[in-house]
């Protein structure tokens, strides 16, 4: 528990960075024959749809832009389905309610905080719900949970900011991070209550991505170093960067790489897993980790 909390202490003593999540704005949607969706983010439209409800609906109520997502809870066959919208594959059994959600969104970075804006109307004692949560794929246990975070919403009437921050459980850095915002609780959902959603942002500790942008390959060996690094690139740019960052977010080395290879020494660095990030014109157009092992 005391290696848990001097984690997060430090993780929130850094200097963090915003970024916009894949269509956080809401702006962009996919039309289908019945029912939308938005880009990039998944609902339970399609299940629901069998039932001609739909939980999630674009909406002209913005806080930024033209639209926001409105996110209801309804009933339909004696069950009770909130609006959901996650970047994870999700499938719902419309039957008995229940949902399964699988994957995310590959991201080599610690999250460690998401900001949004929201109005909420509950039933009763009903509140909105949003889980963020980081993880690395592993071939002995299927996934490891690297932190999460949760907030409950309550009700208000006007647009209200919320912040759902990190906990960090482990140093290692995840693959796959997921969003998942629920117009209702987990225990209690009540038909009726409705959440409008909007302007997502995430923050990490070591610059700004465009997460939807195809990344230039970069191959990096050996990977786990002793000595040297290599970093090498299908392409010559000028004005290109590359930092790596140990496990505090902390720069170890920055680098000019205009050529097609780089070759960075890790004599110095103790062992462990670093994180880098390719820069062109202050913007990361790559990243991903290493590992220092001993000699």
Known sequence: MKNILLLIMAIISLNTFSQTLPNGDMEDWEDYSDFGEPT?????????????????TKSNEAYAGSYSARLETLSALGITIPGIITLADFSLNIFDSSYNISGGYFLQENVYKMTGWYKYEGVDDDS??????????????????IGFGVASLGST?????????????????????????S?????????????????????????????????????????PAINLVNFESEILESGRTLTIFDNTGRTMTKKTFSERRLKISVNSFPPGVYTYTLKTKNKIVNSGSFMKKQY
């Open 40 to 56: 990039n983010w998944n609902t339970p439209n399609p299940y629901t749809s069998l039932l001609t409800i739909f939980t999630v």
């Open 128 to 145: 909105a719900n949003v889980l963020i949560y980081n993880f690395k794929n592993t071939g002995e246990t299927g996934y490891d949970t």
């Open 157 to 181: 009437s006007t647009w209200s900011p919320f912040t759902v921050f990190m906990n960090n459980l482990s140093y290692a850095v995840p693959d796959t991070f997921n969003v998942l915002i």
């Open 183 to 223: 117009s209702s609780g987990v225990d209690g959902a009540k038909e009726g209550s409705v959440l409008f959603i909007d302007s997502l942002n995430i923050y990490t500790n070591t610059g700004i991505i465009d997460l939807w942008s195809p990344r230039p390959s970069l191959n990096v060996y050996p990977n």
